[in-house]
């Protein structure tokens, strides 16, 4: 019995008995220093993952700065460009049915190109000549609104005694610098005029001619772009973003132009409807200031009201205009868009008014009329974009 005692206790010697409990003894001991170095590396692993946000972030930041700045420094060139693209994505799914018909591309987007041409040029010289008649008048609707208006005629006669102060300040021997100065100003103005009016014709040709080749290339300048990227997930991601942006682009540019349209149409026969005069007019500048967000809707109401004062001689009828015009504005930016376009389209208003400033600095009334294509751009791609996703959720409403 007593050699069987022993020989269990020298089993558990050697299988392990006392040794192992001191090996657990042991790594109990050193478990809290591999833990705490673990934590310590762990902690050091997110700081350094929290400094390469950071500065993502901002060289992402810096990199947004440089490149609206060199939109801005090249709108001459960037202008005619991104029109190019936004009405090749209009007018894409044109050449593709003509495609379909065997007619070649080449010849699809010379069609297309030309008939969009007519009807612009169509739509310009009949709507020309109204829209001069008015502009000349333009000078004289400050005393005509004062004369319909008791609360005009003040401030009307203020600027009017303000003007006359300036115009015989130093009286009459100063008359012949005062003529020089009238003389210089038309001439510089004559420049100005003749300046904007040749970079608006060369901007119109290279649309036109940008336009042409897009069409007309079709798809085949996307193959070449994946055909340069290095790797078949690049590759991947590339086609399905082009794809994906010109899908829901042409959907939402045709969209958006269809309701544009259809809003001058009854804009214009609500004008003529009241006996407004020239209501093509009307109806296609409500169209057209569509396109800009909260501030279009504004200043149509405003020029309705001002040509409905100096057209009619009661007030009672010249408010029903406007006010005709506020109720057809409100059913369709509240019921009629958001019920088409969906929520899947929509945008979020702070990102819309930010557009809207950021663009109309620095492309005038054109960058105002393409803020929300280009957002609409935006925020597609970084729906597609893993890490931009967030961004895209916040572009959305």
């Given at each position: 019995?007593?050699?069987?005692?022993?020989?269990?206790?020298?089993?558990?010697?050697?299988?392990?008995?006392?040794?192992?409990?001191?090996?657990?003894?042991?790594?109990?001991?050193?478990?809290?220093?591999e833990n705490t170095?673990?934590?310590?590396?762990?902690?050091?692993?997110?700081?350094?993952?929290?400094?390469?946000?950071?500065?993502?972030?901002?060289?992402?930041?810096?990199?947004?700065?440089?490149?609206?700045?060199?939109?801005?420094?090249?709108?001459?060139?960037?202008?005619?460009?991104?029109?190019?693209?936004?009405?090749?994505?209009?007018?894409?799914?044109?050449?593709?049915?003509?495609?379909?018909?065997?007619?070649?591309?080449?010849?699809?987007?010379?069609?297309?190109?030309?008939?969009?041409?007519?009807?612009?040029?169509?739509?310009?010289?009949?709507?020309?000549?109204?829209?001069?008649?008015?502009?000349?008048?333009?000078?004289?609707?400050?005393?005509?609104?004062?004369?319909?208006?008791?609360?005009?005629?003040?401030?009307?006669?203020?600027?009017?005694?303000?003007?006359?102060?300036?115009?015989?300040?130093?009286?009459?021997?100063?008359?012949?610098?005062?003529?020089?100065?009238?003389?210089?100003?038309?001439?510089?103005?004559?420049?100005?005029?003749?300046?904007?009016?040749?970079?608006?014709?060369?901007?119109?040709?290279?649309?036109?001619?940008?336009?042409?080749?897009?069409?007309?290339?079709?798809?085949?300048?996307?193959?070449?772009?994946?055909?340069?990227?290095?790797?078949?997930?690049?590759?991947?991601?590339?086609?399905?973003?082009?794809?994906?942006?010109?899908?829901?682009?042409?959907?939402?540019?045709l969209t958006v132009?269809?309701?544009?349209?259809?809003?001058?149409?009854?804009?214009?026969?609500?004008?003529?409807?009241?006996?407004?005069?020239?209501?093509?007019?009307?109806?296609?500048?409500?169209?057209?200031?569509?396109?800009?967000?909260?501030?279009?809707?504004?200043?149509?109401?405003?020029?309705?009201?001002?040509?409905?004062?100096?057209?009619?001689?009661?007030?009672?009828?010249?408010?029903?205009?406007?006010?005709?015009?506020?109720?057809?504005?409100?059913?369709?930016?509240?019921?009629?868009?958001?019920?088409?376009?969906?929520?899947?389209?929509?945008?979020?208003?702070?990102?819309?008014?930010?557009?809207?400033?950021?663009?109309?600095?620095?492309w005038g009334i054109?960058?105002?009329?393409?803020?929300?294509?280009?957002?609409?751009?935006?925020?597609?791609?970084?729906?597609?974009?893993?890490?931009?996703?967030?961004?895209?959720?916040?572009?959305?409403?």
């Amino acid at each position: 019995m007593p050699a069987s005692v022993d020989m269990s206790a020298t089993s558990n010697g050697v299988h392990g008995g006392p040794v192992n409990r001191t090996a657990e003894t042991e790594a109990r001991a050193d478990t809290p220093q591999e833990n705490t170095a673990q934590h310590a590396e762990e902690e050091a692993v997110e700081q350094i993952g929290r400094t390469v946000n950071v500065q993502t972030v901002f060289l992402g930041i810096i990199a947004c700065l440089l490149v609206l700045y060199t939109l801005y420094a090249a709108r001459t060139v960037a202008i005619p460009l991104v029109l190019a693209c936004v009405l090749n994505l209009v007018l894409t799914p044109v050449v593709l049915a003509l495609a379909r018909a065997r007619i070649p591309e080449p010849v699809g987007a010379g069609l297309v190109v030309f008939a969009f041409l007519a009807l612009l040029g169509l739509g310009l010289s009949t709507l020309a000549e109204p829209a001069a008649g008015w502009l000349r008048r333009l000078p004289f609707i400050i005393d005509q609104l004062g004369e319909r208006l008791d609360v005009l005629r003040a401030p009307a006669d203020q600027l009017k005694r303000a003007e006359e102060a300036l115009t015989n300040l130093g009286g009459e021997e100063t008359g012949e610098e005062v003529t020089r100065v009238a003389v210089a100003q038309q001439t510089t103005l004559r420049a100005i005029l003749l300046n904007e009016t040749t970079r608006f014709g060369i901007g119109a040709v290279a649309t036109l001619v940008l336009l042409y080749f897009m069409l007309a290339m079709g798809d085949k300048f996307l193959r070449h772009l994946v055909a340069a990227l290095p790797d078949f997930h690049a590759k991947k991601q590339a086609v399905e973003i082009a794809h994906q942006l010109q899908s829901d682009m042409s959907h939402y540019l045709l969209t958006v132009t269809a309701i544009n349209i259809g809003l001058g149409a009854v804009v214009a026969g609500a004008m003529l409807a009241t006996g407004m005069p020239n209501p093509l007019l009307w109806g296609a500048m409500a169209g057209v200031l569509n396109c800009i967000p909260f501030l279009g809707h504004t200043v149509s109401a405003i020029i309705v009201a001002v040509v409905a004062l100096l057209s009619f001689p009661e007030l009672g009828d010249a408010l029903i205009p406007p006010g005709l015009f506020i109720v057809i504005a409100a059913l369709e930016g509240n019921v009629i868009t958001p019920m088409i376009l969906a929520r899947r389209l929509t945008l979020n208003p702070v990102a819309v008014v930010a557009a809207l400033l950021i663009w109309g600095w620095m492309w005038g009334i054109i960058g105002m009329l393409l803020a929300v294509p280009l957002l609409v751009v935006m925020k597609i791609a970084c729906d597609q974009i893993g890490p931009l996703k967030p961004v895209g959720e916040f572009l959305g409403s």
